[in-house]
């Protein structure tokens, strides 16, 4: 029996641990001796460990059985599937999901910051990357990353994400440099993912820093979950919301889904709780401003209809969608696992199906399976289950 147990369902949320040199085969040339071999030194042991134990499961068929049996214990590099791309297939096959959207996860600390040649070459490197981990299994989608600072590069890298069969191109939530995300210079980019047929989504980590550090200096420094001091504590768990609100916010009052009705856009590994309250804060803000704010008034829905016809949203393991579909719909929310990352948990399943006790079975069919086929559009989503 798989993890899915039979149920339809699609993984909204699912990484590769990169490893030395991910990038490398894929640099332009002139760019390399820029980008070539940016590693993380210090991990060097413990990448060489997990190589090692991928090696000896190729070998050993005790070892690779004893792997899938710890499938959703074993976590980071040491997950079955977490750079090997056969592995990674086998895995699925144990999930028993239909289809699974593949995030990078360090590749983008490579190249993100103001030098615009860097920033473009690596993500055409890193969208190249993950398309070559995902071609061998048309379940695995992979998900490119576009930076939209220069919109005529922002079209042609796009154009190579859409001829690499990308499942879906993630966006930073934040502003497009020293435009806004809406601004008539990128329409050439919205029109051209409005007739691709693929998505948009945002994740954790493309809209900067979460929180100010000032905040964390409050003379009792703590760790974050995962041991460190640099990945999420309380206080920017906080803070989660603030990027992909504002960012979502901004497309759907200045009316970009009026102008390219076809754009469907997910955010993964935000949280969806607060949800709820911001579908009405921007019906407030159009009610507020649209005296002064003529691009309000010509808003051909209220705003959270946009929300409705066109965004979807993972929660995190364990906050409560029950509720949330109670009070926001069921067209809204996806599964996702978030593997290998610790971050999803050792049995995300149980942790969603205990907030799912009053749905109905065709709101979990939804939560599970067809809102994420709904995202990912008709050229994309599996057809082998019944939507």
């Known amino acids: 029996m798989t993890y899915a147990g039979g149920r339809p369902m699609l993984d909204a949320d699912s990484h590769l641990m990169e490893l030395p040199g991910f990038l490398d085969p894929f640099i332009e040339r002139d760019l390399r001796d820029e980008l070539k071999g940016r590693e993380m030194t210090q991990l060097a042991s413990r990448l060489d460990a997990a190589v090692a134990d991928a090696e000896r499961r190729r070998t050993d068929p005790r070892r690779r059985a004893e ?25 699925l096959d144990l999930f028993g999901f239909e289809a699974q959207l593949v995030f990078a996860t360090f590749s983008t600390a490579m190249f993100v910051g103001r030098d615009e040649d860097l920033l ?111 990945n999420i504590r309380s206080k920017d768990f906080l803070a989660i919301s603030s990027s992909p609100s504002v960012f979502l916010g901004a497309l759907i009052l200045d009316g970009l889904f009026d ?42 829905l209220e705003p959270s209809e946009y929300v409705t016809q066109h965004l979807k949203f993972t929660p995190f393991a364990g906050e409560p969608v029950g509720w949330m579909i109670e009070q926001a719909g069921a067209e809204l929310f996806m599964f996702s696992t978030d593997f290998p990352h610790p971050e999803g948990g050792r049995d995300p399943l149980a942790k969603f199906e205990a907030e799912l006790t009053s749905t109905t079975d065709q709101e979990k069919h939804q939560f599970f399976y067809a809102n994420m086929a709904e995202l990912l559009g008709p050229s994309l989503a599996p057809t082998s289950a019944d939507a």
């Open 67 to 91: 792997a899938e049996e710890r499938l959703l214990q074993d976590k980071g590099w040491n997950a079955l599937g977490a750079f090997d791309s056969a592995e990674r297939s086998r895995a």
């Open 120 to 230: 473009y070459g690596g993500s055409a490197a890193h969208n190249r990357a993950v398309a070559a981990f995902c071609e061998r299994d048309p379940r695995l989608l992979p998900v490119s990353f576009v930076p939209l600072v220069d919109p005529a590069r922002a079209v042609r890298l796009l154009e190579e994400a859409i001829d690499l069969g990308s499942g879906a191109v993630h966006v930073p939530s934040t502003a497009a440099g020293a435009r806004g995300p809406t601004h008539p210079d990128l329409d050439p980019f919205w029109q051209l993912l409005n007739d691709s047929g693929i998505p948009f989504v945002l994740h954790i980590g493309g809209g900067g820093r979460l929180l100010d550090r000032a905040f964390h200096n409050n003379g009792r420094p703590v760790t974050d979950h995962l041991g460190g001091g640099e």
């Open 259 to 300: 102008r390219f009705p076809d754009i469907r856009g997910g955010v993964i590994e935000e949280g969806a709780s607060w949800v709820v309250s911001w579908l009405r804060t921007l019906d407030h803000a159009q009610r507020a401003f649209r005296r002064t704010e003529e691009p309000l008034r010509e808003l051909e």
